[in-house]
Structure formats: C-alpha cells, structure tokens
C-alpha cells in the first residue's frame, strides 16, 4: 500500500491510512443535539454547531462505534471504512 | 465468474483464523476475509489471556508456539480511599503460591497484532486463503439461506458456508438481520496506552504481576468498578500497558463525559500515585494510544443473550456472537472455543451437504454445553465489586476481589473448570501430558523469546549446561506417564466420565472447604515459602537450560488441498 499516511500527535503510535470515505455519517433530522456522541469520542471527531451533531473530522477515528452505540435516535450511522484505510496500529 | 468457496471467514483475529485452520485442514476450500491491510492493525491491547483459554482450546495453539509477551502469576491490587493524602492500600496476596509459579501462570499477556498474525499464518499454512483490505458490507441471500458475502466492491463471493468472527459491533450480523445492534450498556470502552521499558526495569517493578487500581467515584483515580474494570497494567516483555475501561452508559441513565474521564484518570494516576510517579514514570515513554469498544455486559442479560449465534448458511463465533467474559474481561478464550466447535459443525455440515439452520443448531447446542465458555460470560463478581464501591467499604472489597480472582473463585469455577478437564481426558488422555509440556515449553519460550518465527528454529542449546540429570528424570516422568495413559486408557477414560458427572459437587463441596482451607493456606504460606522459593529456581534453571526437544508435543498437522509451504507476506 502506497497511500501517505497520516499522524496525530496526541495520539501517538497510530496511523490513519486516508481513503475512508463517509463511514459515519449523521442524519440532522433525527438529530436532537444531546452530545452523547461528543461525550464519548476519544478521539474529539465530533462537535455540536446549532444544536446538532456534526462530524469536525475523521481523521483520529478508531472506528471503535461509541459514537454510533449512544446515538439513542438513530441519526448516527456506521460502517466500516474501505478496506485497506481508516486507522492501523503496530502496537495493538 | 462468481468464485465459490466452502467456508468463508469474516475477519481475521483471535477465532477467525482457528476456525480457517480447521476447515482448511479438512479440505475444504477456505477464504479468510480481513479488512484491514495486514492481519492485526486494527486490534487493540491490554489483556492477559486466561490459562482455560490454552488449557481447553484449539490444539495447535496449545501444542504450539504463539507469540505470549509474559506469564501472569499475580495481581497486586492498589485499593485507594484517599489519592490526594496517600491513603492506598496495598493488597499483594493474590498470586500463584511456589513452586507452581512462575511456570505455570493463570495465564499469559500478549499483544493482540502478533498473535492473530501467528494464528493467521498457521491458518495460511494449512490452505486458507487469504484476502487483505476487503470490508464485508453484507451478505448473499438465496431463497432465504446465506450463500457467500458481499465486499463493498460490490464483488460477491460464495460459500456454503459463512464463519462470522468480525467482532463485537457485529455489523454484518445486523445487516443480515441475525442480530440487532448492543445498547450502550452493553459496552465497555476501553483506552489503552501503551509504554516502552526496558526489559530489565519491567521484570523489577513488575515480575510477572499485574497491577489494578480500585477508587471511590471521587477520588477519579480509576473508571468505577462494575461499570467498567477499573484500571490494569499489565506488564510486557519491553513494554508496559496502561488499560482503563468505562462503560458507555450506566442503566439508562446519561452518557458520561468518557473523553474528560479517561484523561482525569490517566492523569491523577500517573501523577498522583506514588508508585507511578516515583517508580514506573521516569523509566518509561509513551509509545501509542489507541481505544476500542468490547462488549462485556451481554453475557449478563437475558435478552442479550438469546440472541441467535446461527442462521441458514451462517455461524458467528467470538465477540460477533457477544462471547465476552464479563468475570476477566476477556473474550479470546470464548472466540477460540465457539471458533473451533463452529469449524467442527461447519465440516460436518457441508460433509453432509445440509447447511440448513435446523442442522447448525448443534453449534448453539455445543456452545450451550461449554461449561467454561458459559461460566466465562455470565459470571457476576462485576456487581459485588460495585456494590463494595458504593458502599465505600475496602474490607468488602478486598473480599470480592478474592471472590473473583483469588481463592473463592473455585467456589464458582471449580465446576466448570473440571468438567472441561475431564471432557479433554475422556476425549484424549494422553492431553495430560501435552498439558504439562505446554506449561514448561511456554516458560521456556518466555524466557528465550523462543516463538515460532522469532528465532525458535535457530535457537544453539548449550550442551555445556543442559541439565542431563533433570532431563532424564522428567523423561522418564513424562514418558511413564504417557505410556500409563495409553495402556490405560480405557479405564481412565471410564473414570474421567465418571469424574465429569461428579464435578456437579465441586462447588458445594468447595464452598464448604474453603473457610478450612483458607486458614490453612495462610498458616502455610510463610513456613513454607523457602522451600517453595527453592524449588521454583530450581524448576525455572532447569527449563532455561534444557533441550527444548523434550517439550515438543508432535504435531499432527494435515494439510489442506490448497496448503502452503513457505509463509505468506502478510507480516
């Protein structure tokens, strides 16, 4: 795999292969704005703006789904990134 | 053309590749599917996988060499009712007594990347295929049966049968409308860092015990117990692993702020426990951090529970079946044990060329039996220790702690601990002896670094200082044994069934011995600790030294249509 892959320094020993696409994904409508999903993301993805959840970045995800497990209305979706890309660790 | 295979596994961590291995070995054509680029990039740590898990699963990893990074044969627990004042208690009696310790351990620590690399590449080596950067996104639906998978490529491939292992967000289970999706108080996330040591300053500070920390709620020095697992370091060969683990809602009530949790914790501890700041932090680097959710509630509710493992065409197995010890916090015993019994149902049922849900019902059927698979998920220590938290009382902790972990846990695990020993005997006494050079063989290793492909092959043994007589006497020991077990055999295994209805008692009779014997053992303990201090060295020269020959167990490898004989690229 040839892909650049990218850093963060708060979280070291962890690399983000890009290339995910949209594997979450939040539907406004259902949306209430309750922040669980903020609340849980280790890796500060989310971020409320007008009373919504929207997604700031998904550059530090670990595709661990906390996000996806407390959205209680269903706005948030989740699938797995494209294979070969999303987060890789030699450390695991 | 649309490719056709027998078994196709989903994912390829700790059970995919031993239920490949198995089907592969079969003959039958076996495709592993992982979708990260290499095996292992996408697993987290911090465990110790339990000794059952070696003791009762897959031959070849029992017989074999896998990647293990140190014995575990303690726990110190740090009960702290006043971090700010240095208020710790420090409880450091739970442990393995000598001579048993250090060579046989209640289990082993290890890094989940080399591991599921290792079980991959025996798996590989059996036939398996194997297909890197590949999501499953769904899969094949014939006249209502599960006929092969589909990648997001929208490529298809089928099977007759597909092995689930994909973990515990089971999104393709949900998909194929076998499972719904866990409520989050269900999970527990988990934050794992990991530091780099020097191996000299590990063995120091650590040895082979692992360290839990236990807090009030306000002391925010640790996760609350029973929501989570509080705090754990596991020690490493090089390397230390910091775990903490919340879950991510407590009985319907709100969603806690983990993000601010977990660096609360992480730093009051290793700022403010003296053990840490003094000892452990100017000796070690942090080198990752990484975090995952696992499912360790499911096991304890009933609804949960009854969720399907099977369905026409499908078996899941692991943690995509919500197989999570909630006693130890593991789920790599539980995804070796279901993987294997779902190779076995999977062989059987192609062979009989009925893939049908009525026909892999036996799958559930043989989970069910497990007696140790069963104890491991619904084991409920959990909520004592909660309860002794609550309430604010070290005494009634420590007390559950032991309950758990220590001596009062054969009051509950005795019984299924020794219906599986015996259902091994009855199957093939001559386990025993494959037990006993398990644990020296894997000693052995620990201290050489000796696994399979990191230099086990290449290894010199030092004529000069094997220890001839010792060898000799554990060569007539083990092959006098072994010839016992064969000549034998009928009789024992008579008597291990026997034995295996009787183990109903174990438990009672244990709860009525234990205020005897644990009296007894305290008694002992001091007395007799030289002696047993003296053995133990001995036993440990003796395994450094000797020939790792007379720990092999002769592997009964057969190989797959499409086996392989050199190794794969996928390290």
Same mark, same amino acid.
């Given at each position: 795999?040839?892909? !650049?892959?990218?850093?963060?320094?708060?979280?070291?020993?962890?690399?983000?292969?890009?290339?995910?696409?949209?594997?979450?994904?939040?539907?406004?409508? !259902?949306?209430?704005?309750?922040?669980?999903?903020?609340?849980?993301?280790?890796?500060?993805?989310?971020?409320?703006?007008? !009373? !919504?959840?929207?997604?700031?970045?998904?550059?530090?995800?670990?595709?661990?789904?906390?996000?996806?497990?407390?959205?209680?209305?269903?706005?948030?979706?989740?699938?797995?990134?494209?294979?070969?890309?999303?987060?890789?660790?030699?450390?695991? | 053309?649309?490719?056709?295979?027998?078994?196709?596994?989903?994912?390829?961590?700790?059970?995919?590749?031993?239920?490949?291995?198995?089907?592969?070995? *079969?003959?039958?054509?076996?495709?592993?599917?992982?979708?990260?680029?290499?095996?292992?990039?996408?697993? &987290?740590?911090?465990?110790?996988?339990?000794?059952? $898990?070696?003791?009762?699963?897959?031959?070849?990893?029992?017989?074999?060499?896998?990647?293990?990074?140190?014995?575990?044969?303690?726990?110190?627990?740090?009960?702290?009712?006043?971090?700010?004042?240095?208020?710790?208690?420090?409880?450091?009696?739970?442990?393995?007594?000598?001579?048993?310790?250090?060579?046989?351990?209640?289990?082993?620590?290890?890094?989940?990347?080399?591991?599921?690399? =290792?079980?991959?590449?025996?798996?590989?080596?059996?036939?398996?295929?194997?297909?890197?950067?590949?999501?499953?996104?769904?899969?094949?639906?014939?006249?209502?049966?599960?006929?092969?998978?589909?990648?997001?490529?929208?490529?298809?491939?089928?099977?007759?049968?597909?092995?689930?292992?994909?973990?515990?967000?089971?999104?393709? *289970?949900?998909?194929?409308?076998?499972?719904?999706? %866990?409520?989050?108080?269900?999970?527990?996330?988990?934050?794992?860092?990991?530091?780099?040591?020097?191996?000299?300053?590990?063995?120091?500070?650590?040895?082979?015990?692992?360290?839990?920390?236990?807090?009030?709620?306000?002391?925010?020095?640790?996760?609350?117990?029973?929501?989570?697992?509080?705090?754990?370091?596991?020690?490493?060969?090089?390397?230390?692993?910091?775990?903490?683990?919340?879950?991510?809602?407590?009985?319907?009530?709100?969603?806690?702020?983990?993000?601010?949790?977990?660096?609360?914790?992480?730093?009051?501890?290793?700022?403010?426990?003296? =053990? =840490?700041?003094?000892?452990?932090?100017?000796?070690?680097?942090?080198?990752?951090?990484?975090?995952?959710?696992?499912?360790?509630?499911?096991?304890?509710?009933?609804?949960?529970?009854?969720?399907?493992?099977?369905?026409?065409?499908?078996?899941?197995?692991?943690?995509?079946?919500?197989?999570?010890?909630?006693?130890?916090?593991?789920?790599? #015993?539980? *995804?070796?044990?279901?993987?294997?019994?779902?190779?076995?149902?999977?062989?059987? *049922?192609?062979?009989?060329?009925?893939?049908?849900?009525?026909?892999?019902?036996?799958?559930?059927?043989?989970?069910?039996?497990?007696?140790?698979?069963?104890?491991? &998920?619904?084991?409920?220590?959990?909520?004592?220790?909660?309860?002794?938290?609550?309430? +604010?009382?070290?005494?009634?902790?420590?007390?559950?702690?032991?309950?758990?972990?220590?001596?009062?846990?054969?009051?509950?695990?005795?019984?299924?601990?020794?219906?599986?020993?015996?259902?091994?005997?009855?199957?093939?006494?001559?386990?025993?002896?494959?037990? &006993?050079?398990?644990?020296?063989?894997?000693?052995?290793?620990?201290?050489?670094?000796? %696994?399979?492909?990191?230099?086990?092959?290449?290894?010199?043994?030092?004529?000069?200082?094997?220890? +001839?007589?010792?060898?000799?006497?554990?060569?007539?020991?083990?092959? $006098?044994?072994?010839?016992?077990?064969?000549?034998?055999?009928?009789? &024992?295994?008579?008597?291990?069934?026997?034995?295996? %209805?009787?183990?109903?008692?174990?438990?009672?009779?244990?709860?009525?011995?234990?205020?005897?014997?644990?009296?007894?053992?305290?008694?002992?303990?001091?007395?007799?600790?030289?002696?047993?201090?003296?053995?133990?060295?001995?036993?440990?020269?003796?395994?450094?030294?000797?020939? #790792?020959?007379?720990?092999?167990?002769?592997?009964?490898?057969?190989?797959?249509?499409?086996?392989?004989?050199?190794?794969?690229?996928?390290?």
């Amino acid at each position: 795999m040839n892909q !650049k892959k990218r850093t963060n320094e708060r979280f070291p020993g962890v690399e983000w292969i890009p290339g995910t696409g949209a594997f979450i994904t939040v539907d406004t409508e !259902k949306c209430t704005g309750c922040a669980n999903c903020v609340n849980v993301c280790l890796g500060d993805c989310w971020t409320l703006m007008a !009373k !919504k959840a929207r997604i700031k970045s998904l550059d530090t995800c670990m595709e661990c789904a906390s996000c996806w497990y407390v959205c209680d209305t269903g706005a948030i979706s989740f699938k797995w990134p494209t294979g070969g890309t999303g987060y890789r660790s030699d450390w695991g | 053309m649309d490719k056709m295979y027998d078994v196709i596994v989903i994912g390829s961590g700790f059970g995919g590749p031993v239920a490949a291995k198995k089907c592969a070995e *079969a003959g039958l054509r076996t495709l592993m599917i992982e979708r990260s680029a290499t095996v292992g990039e996408k697993v &987290i740590s911090g465990l110790t996988i339990p000794i059952y $898990g070696f003791l009762f699963g897959p031959d070849f990893i029992r017989d074999g060499n896998p990647p293990f990074e140190r014995p575990a044969d303690g726990i110190i627990n740090y009960i702290i009712t006043d971090i700010d004042n240095g208020v710790i208690e420090i409880d450091d009696t739970l442990r393995v007594p000598r001579p048993f310790s250090p060579v046989i351990s209640f289990g082993y620590n290890a890094y989940c990347k080399p591991f599921c690399e =290792w079980e991959a590449e025996k798996a590989f080596q059996a036939g398996t295929e194997l297909r890197t950067s590949a999501t499953v996104v769904d899969v094949i639906r014939e006249n209502g049966k599960v006929a092969g998978i589909i990648l997001e490529t929208g490529e298809r491939i089928f099977s007759r049968i597909v092995i689930d292992a994909e973990g515990s967000q089971g999104l393709v *289970a949900i998909k194929a409308g076998i499972r719904k999706k %866990y409520p989050p108080e269900a999970i527990s996330l988990a934050d794992t860092y990991d530091y780099e040591m020097d191996k000299s300053d590990v063995d120091k500070l650590f040895g082979y015990s692992l360290r839990f920390c236990w807090g009030w709620d306000e002391q925010k020095i640790a996760p609350p117990l029973g929501h989570g697992n509080g705090l754990m370091v596991w020690p490493y060969r090089e390397s230390v692993h910091f775990m903490q683990d919340h879950c991510l809602r407590l009985d319907g009530g709100k969603v806690p702020n983990l993000k601010k949790r977990f660096r609360e914790y992480h730093d009051n501890i290793t700022r403010k426990l003296p =053990w =840490w700041r003094e000892e452990v932090a100017p000796r070690c680097t942090v080198r990752a951090r990484m975090w995952e959710g696992f499912e360790i509630y499911v096991g304890l509710d009933p609804e949960l529970r009854k969720m399907p493992n099977h369905d026409d065409g499908i078996l899941l197995i692991g943690d995509a079946a919500g197989l999570e010890s909630t006693e130890l916090c593991d789920g790599v #015993p539980a *995804a070796w044990f279901s993987a294997d019994i779902a190779a076995d149902v999977a062989i059987e *049922a192609i062979r009989r060329g009925d893939t049908s849900k009525a026909f892999l019902k036996k799958y559930d059927d043989r989970i069910k039996d497990h007696a140790v698979l069963q104890w491991s &998920i619904s084991a409920k220590n959990r909520y004592n220790l909660r309860y002794a938290q609550e309430k +604010k009382d070290p005494r009634l902790l420590k007390k559950y702690i032991h309950n758990g972990w220590g001596m009062g846990q054969l009051t509950h695990s005795l019984t299924p601990i020794l219906k599986m020993t015996f259902r091994q005997i009855q199957k093939d006494p001559a386990v025993i002896t494959k037990w &006993i050079k398990m644990y020296f063989r894997y000693y052995q290793n620990w201290i050489h670094n000796g %696994y399979d492909f990191a230099g086990r092959e290449d290894r010199i043994v030092d004529e000069a200082r094997r220890p +001839k007589t010792g060898e000799a006497v554990f060569r007539f020991f083990a092959g $006098g044994l072994e010839l016992m077990l064969r000549l034998l055999r009928p009789l &024992i295994q008579l008597l291990a069934m026997a034995g295996f %209805y009787l183990s109903g008692l174990a438990n009672p009779v244990m709860k009525l011995l234990l205020p005897v014997i644990r009296p007894l053992y305290k008694l002992l303990r001091k007395p007799m600790a030289p002696l047993g201090n003296r053995l133990s060295d001995e036993i440990v020269r003796f395994v450094k030294y000797a020939d #790792p020959k007379l720990f092999e167990v002769a592997s009964e490898t057969k190989c797959g249509a499409g086996a392989k004989t050199s190794l794969p690229d996928i390290r």
